[in-house]
């Protein structure tokens, strides 16, 4: 059984950084593609970005430039670096893993979710 463990949220001013992590444990991390996605109340889940199995790596528009996805292999983690943050940043981010070397921007192809880590920027 696949388990993604999100940590790293929190309370942060507008203009300021938080990373995300999440490890996965339970399966052969480097064959999975790798999302972050985001929902804020009353909204959908989104995708924000993503990172393929060879390292390719995908973002939402309104994330483009500010944001920055990693994984370590060797450690069987994925990172979401957030800078310059802005007040819709608000929501639970959660990770999301799916077999094979694609990213999709979709939720329902992903097989596996963390359970999700508040972020709350402040104006």
């Known amino acids: 059984q696949v388990q993604l463990v999100e940590s790293g949220g929190g309370l942060v001013q507008a203009g300021g950084s938080l990373r995300l992590s999440c490890a996965v444990s339970?399966?052969?991390?480097?064959?999975?593609?790798m999302g972050w996605f985001r929902q804020a109340p009353g909204k959908e889940r989104e995708f924000v970005a993503g990172?393929?199995?060879?390292?390719?790596?995908y973002y939402a528009d309104s994330v483009k430039g500010r944001f920055t996805i990693s994984r370590d292999n060797a450690k069987n983690t994925v990172s979401l670096q957030m800078n310059r943050l802005k007040p819709e940043d608000t929501a639970v981010y959660y990770c999301?893993?799916?077999?094979?070397?694609?990213?999709?921007?979709?939720?329902?192809?992903?097989?596996?979710w963390g359970q999700g880590t508040q972020v709350t920027v402040s104006s």
């Open positions: 990172i393929s199995a060879s390292l390719s790596s």
């Open positions: 999301a893993a799916v077999r094979g070397n694609y990213v999709y921007s979709q939720t329902s192809p992903y097989d596996y």
């Open positions: 339970g399966g052969t991390f480097r064959i999975y593609a």
